[in-house]
């Protein structure tokens, strides 16, 4: 009996399945945003799905849920119908709230499917222009010889920057200590102000104060070196091993939702990361367009998960 009662679901299911790609989409597409208005996760969607409306030929709006760590965000898109019209913003701070949070109200490999990746944006260690470091190796030599004694700045407990620094601390086998603060311009007020020795953050934020020569950049954290600075070197080429950390961005839908319809949304992302005017809106928040497919997507999420995981533990850092 409950056999032909799952096969009839089945039956049911497949032919709506079936229709809803082949008319999709058939009302506006909604994409939730976990960060305030006018940053750079909001500026990225807001010219995606811009795009996106005229590929597609429906209204693309932006509805922000900003705070609880994208937790308020993820549940409204968890519990929407599963048709491809609602959308979120993930995040290499998705994969460190499913990291850090001992409870959410959802799973965040198994509530979501990955649509697409959208960019990607450096991170990068500095430390006072004219200061005692010139270079990376610079920083590490001296964290050798005083063990302890130097101080790393990064924004909140659990960003993306403070995991890296801890996976910076960890990977150079360095005794250092690696300092919160509430965000970015307190970093850089700290760093000018000889509080802290360096800091590690993400780049955008920080170019202001380079090309200032306020800070300098002694590496960047990802696998290639950043189109903005590129006679800075990565912190491997600096002789850091297993150091590769950036931040991202992309979208997903609720779990469930047909595979049509992802793929249908799939081609209007990539087709908009490929849109000169878009990639020049991302080019001025100093992100990178990164095309690829909803696997592409998911690999970013589940690696970035394991691998914050993997940092919080060694770290000892105390889960919410």
């Known amino acids: 009996m409950q056999r032909r009662n799952f096969l009839a679901l089945l039956s049911v299911a497949a032919p709506w399945r079936a229709a809803l790609a082949q008319g999709f989409p058939s009302k506006p597409i909604r994409i939730v945003v976990p960060n305030a208005p006018g940053g750079a996760a909001d500026i990225t969607a807001r010219a995606v799905g811009e795009h996106m409306a005229r590929t597609l030929g429906q209204p693309v709006i932006i509805e922000n849920k900003p705070g609880a760590g994208g937790v308020v965000a993820g549940q409204a898109v968890a519990t929407a119908v ?43 260690i500095v430390s006072k222009e004219g200061g005692a470091f010139k270079t990376l190796g610079d920083l590490i030599e001296h964290a050798r010889k005083n063990p302890g004694q130097v101080n790393i700045g990064t924004p909140n407990i659990g960003t993306t920057q403070h995991l890296a620094a801890e996976l910076f601390k960890s990977a150079a086998g360095l005794d250092l200590q690696v300092v919160p603060f509430k965000a970015t311009p307190d970093v850089v007020t700290a760093i000018r102000g000889d509080q802290i020795q360096a800091g590690l953050d993400i780049l955008s934020p920080l170019l202001p104060q380079i090309q200032g020569k306020a800070l300098r950049p002694l590496a960047v954290t990802g696998a290639r ?9 990565t912190a491997q080429e600096a002789g850091v091993k297993g150091l590769n950390a950036t931040s991202w961005n992309g979208l997903a839908v609720p779990a469930g939702t047909p595979a049509a319809v992802i793929g249908r949304l799939n081609q209007a992302v990539n087709a908009a990361l490929k849109d000169a005017g878009v990639r020049q809106k991302l080019d001025a928040l100093n992100l990178d367009a990164h095309p690829g497919s909803s696997a592409d997507a998911l690999e970013m999420l589940s690696s970035d998960i394991q691998r914050w995981s993997e940092v919080i533990a060694k770290a000892k850092i105390e889960r919410k």
């Open 82 to 124: 599963p048709d491809g019209t609602t959308l979120l913003l993930i995040s290499s701070g998705t994969a460190v709230s499913q990291a850090l949070f001992k409870s959410l109200p959802f799973d965040t490999l198994k509530s979501f499917a990955p649509v697409a990746p959208l960019a990607t944006f450096d991170l990068v």
């Open 225 to 233: 070196r950043s189109r903005v600075l590129p006679d800075v070197p």
